[in-house]
């Protein structure tokens, strides 16, 4: 077993999705990896199926057209040169997982991101919401760093970062979403009250940590878009980006998109919160 400062690496996360390159998880070129699992539930996710680990329950497997799932004892087991991606398998489910996912070492995953190092400035780690794993980003990120690259977490905001000094001191910045911060809409929205997201912000910004903080705008909430963009703009001032998402209902879960309208927010209705955040002094804010 090989050991890095004293951490065994045999430790394992499950990895949904690399993307090798990419230019909008941060500056420069980066690649992200998108871990499965996360603790908040929205209704607005626009990657569903990594909100939940699978449990084996053997649904999809018949339905794969391709043959690439197949049960092994209690196990569904993907192989992914059988794969030919067409997302059956997460329809099918109803549990918000995928089958389609690799536990991996970080040394595996080193091995996957290898090629790739000559030509990124650094990593983004996403998901699901990749937090779950602290113990194995901080070793991944220390690697990075050996390397020379730099390290992001795009974070959901459920992570007390304030109680893990070790994270932040291999982390070189985090990209925020801050959904809402009307307790009884959070809490409709995402399935818990915003308290923890809203002491990170805090805290990271009086860390200087924050890379970037994210708002989804939803169309026709405007007392909830309101609160929520005059909040962020009130704290973040000129200290990060301040990134306006414009809700569009594609990858939504179809239940949702009947509760959250099948329109996407409109240009002219989000460009109106930029305004309204920059004119409270989030001079970095943005429409996406
Ligand atoms: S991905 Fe979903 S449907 Fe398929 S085996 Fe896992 S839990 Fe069951
Ligand atoms: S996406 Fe899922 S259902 Fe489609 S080929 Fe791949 S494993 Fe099979």
């Known amino acids: 077993m090989l050991w890095i400062e004293g951490y065994s690496i045999m430790k394992k996360a499950p990895i949904n999705k690399i993307i090798y390159f990419s230019n909008v998880d941060g500056p420069g070129n980066r690649t992200s990896i998108f871990f499965q699992g996360c603790s908040f539930h929205c209704h607005f996710c626009h990657n569903p199926e990594t909100i939940s680990l699978c449990q084996n329950c053997g649904r999809c497997v018949p339905q794969c057209p391709a043959k690439a799932l197949r049960m092994e004892g209690r ?24 089958p389609r996912v690799s536990w991996l070492t970080v040394e595996e995953l080193l091995s996957r ?14 998901g699901g919401d990749c937090t779950l794993y602290p113990d194995f980003l901080k070793e991944l990120f220390s690697r990075m ?10 974070a959901n905001g459920a992570y007390d970062f304030s109680k893990d000094s070790a994270l932040l001191s291999v982390c070189d ?10 307790p009884a809409w959070h809490q409709w929205l995402i399935g818990q009250a915003p308290d923890p997201v809203l002491r990170n912000l805090d805290f990271l910004l009086a860390q200087h940590k924050l890379q970037e903080v994210r708002t989804v705008i939803l169309p ?19 200290a990060c980006d301040y990134k306006i998402i414009r809700y569009r209902p594609f990858g939504v879960k179809e239940a949702y998109q009947k509760e959250l309208g099948e329109m996407e927010t409109a240009v002219e209705e989000a460009e109106a919160y930029v305004r309204l955040a920059q004119s409270l002094g989030a001079s970095r804010a943005y429409m996406v």
């Open 75 to 98: 196990q569904v087991v993907w192989e992914e040169a059988k794969c030919v991606q067409c997302d059956t398998c997460i329809h099918v489910c109803q549990l918000f997982a995928s």
């Open 113 to 126: 991101i290898n090629r790739a190092l000559p030509y990124i400035e650094g990593i983004t780690t996403s």
């Open 145 to 154: 760093h050996q390397a020379g690259k730099t390290c992001l977490i795009d």
């Open 173 to 182: 910045g985090i990209m925020l979403d801050v959904k809402a911060v009307l």
């Open 220 to 238: 026709g909430q405007e007392e909830e878009n309101k609160a929520t963009v005059q909040y962020v703009a009130h704290r973040i001032q000129d």
